[in-house]
């Protein structure tokens, strides 16, 4: 029985090709493992950041509508417009604060980074191969 001839002149280019094309199948599928990973990690910690903030809020209203039914009760006698107000100013504040620690957070948000540095990795061993 004769053997098939290799492709290319060179003996044995065909099991090299196969063996690279198994080699990229397999560091896909690894890639694609390490996506889905993070995906269901960001998943994971946007849920438990919106339970969180949701709790948060509820208990913060429920807070200020406390504190603000205490000041305007209390000061209700000396002057019920400055108590408002003073009390409108320091909500107004907390929630600038608020907002400004939610623009850096979503600015320093950094979705799926382990995925992209090693595909950053991956195409740099690449390109010093095809070099």
Request: with cysteine; aromatic share 8%.
């Amino acid at each position: 029985m004769e053997m098939p001839a290799p492709v290319s002149g060179e003996p044995g280019s065909g099991e090299a090709l196969k063996r690279l094309a198994h080699r990229v199948f397999v560091i896909c599928e690894n890639r694609f493992q390490l996506l889905l990973v993070e995906a269901q990690e960001e998943r994971d910690r946007f849920m438990k950041a919106m339970w969180l903030g949701l709790a948060a809020a509820v208990f913060g209203l429920l807070a200020g509508f406390t504190l603000t039914l205490v000041i305007a009760v209390a000061f209700w006698d000396h002057s019920p417009v400055i108590a408002l107000l003073v009390l409108a100013a320091v909500y107004v504040i907390v929630s600038l604060l608020f907002c400004a620690r939610l623009i850096r957070m979503q600015r320093d948000w950094q979705t799926l980074s382990a995925t992209v540095d090693q595909l950053r990795k991956d195409r740099e061993c690449l390109e010093k191969l095809m070099a």
